[in-house]
């Protein structure tokens, strides 16, 4: 995962952010710079973490996610749902629009699956 140091430390520095955006990424990624996201959330950018494909999705530790709102974005559907699956398990809200359609609101008492 990149982006889980960087909103950690934020929330230690009392800047936590309200709403995170969980990318699970098909391929590595070309670029990333590890932007301190004290700083994003300051000039009001968003926090966000990537999720590898190498990476197995059982092993991620999400518990800094706790309290916050997650939005999960990615092409593979199967592996979204199993990433917005551990995230159900420290947020208070994860939010996801599969391309194939549909939406999930999991702070929605009826989301459409």
Request: aromatic share 6%; charged share 20%; proline share 4%.
């Amino acid at each position: 995962m990149i982006g889980n140091a960087q909103i950690l430390n934020a929330r230690v520095h009392g800047k936590t952010p309200a709403h995170v955006w969980v990318h699970v990424l098909d391929t590595q990624p070309d670029y990333w710079t590890a932007q301190d996201a004290r700083e994003c959330i300051a000039n009001g950018f968003r926090a966000q973490i990537l999720v590898l494909p190498t990476e197995s999705v059982s092993g991620l530790d999400l518990a800094i996610l706790k309290g916050l709102v997650v939005h999960v974005q990615g092409e593979n559907h199967e592996r979204c749902m199993a990433v917005l699956n551990r995230c159900k398990q420290y947020a208070d809200r994860v939010l996801y629009a599969p391309s194939h359609g549909g939406f999930i609101d999991t702070g929605v008492e009826n989301a459409v699956a």
